[in-house]
């Protein structure tokens, strides 16, 4: 087997570096977007209840409220997971490397995002800003850092 040279695999990892880079910011602008007022509890509330008669499954309206709470705080993990490991991915380096440096930038990155996006939050209408779901993010961005820290941990072994 031919050994590629770590010059050789940096120049090979560039390309899908930029598509990375990409996603990592049309996956923000996501977030941004579902931070309207047109993605408000309403709205998830009234898919719930559509997602649940399609199973035909009926809910009292205050225990569908509590499982539209907990539903909206799991998209917050979904969300911010899903940003963490687009960031880890879109670094320059080889695809095997573990930098814990990076992965910490890249957890610090989510973190200030989550931040401005309740921010933005407290000036639209419907919506409110809340610590409480920064923190939510917070631990989606932890989980994406180890979601990613464990695929690494799998390619390694496949070496």
């Given at each position: 087997m031919r050994r590629v040279s770590a010059?050789?695999?940096?120049?090979?990892a560039r390309v899908p570096s930029i598509a990375w880079?990409?996603?990592?910011?049309?996956w923000a602008l996501v977030i941004?977007?579902?931070?309207?007022?047109a993605y408000g509890p309403g709205l998830s509330g009234r898919?719930?209840?559509?997602?649940?008669?399609?199973l035909h499954l009926a809910i009292p309206v205050p225990r569908l409220e509590v499982l539209n709470h907990f539903a909206r705080k799991a998209a917050h993990l979904g969300e911010y997971a899903v940003l963490a490991v687009l960031l880890c991915a879109a670094s320059e380096e080889q695809p095997l490397q573990w930098r814990?440096?990076?992965?910490?930038?890249?957890?610090?990155?989510?973190?200030?995002?989550?931040?401005?996006?309740?921010?933005?939050?407290?000036?639209?209408?419907?919506r409110n800003a809340s610590l409480a779901d920064c923190g939510?993010?917070?631990?989606?961005?932890?989980?994406g850092v180890l979601?990613?820290?464990?695929?690494?941990?799998?390619?390694?072994?496949a070496e």
């Open positions: 010059e050789t695999r940096c120049r090979q880079k990409i996603a990592a910011v049309v941004f977007h579902l931070s309207t007022s898919l719930l209840a559509g997602a649940l008669s399609l814990p440096q990076r992965v910490l930038a890249c957890f610090l990155v989510v973190l200030a995002y989550s931040l401005t996006d309740e921010f933005h939050q407290r000036f639209v209408p419907g939510i993010d917070s631990i989606g961005g932890a989980m979601v990613y820290y464990l695929n690494h941990l799998r390619l390694r072994a």
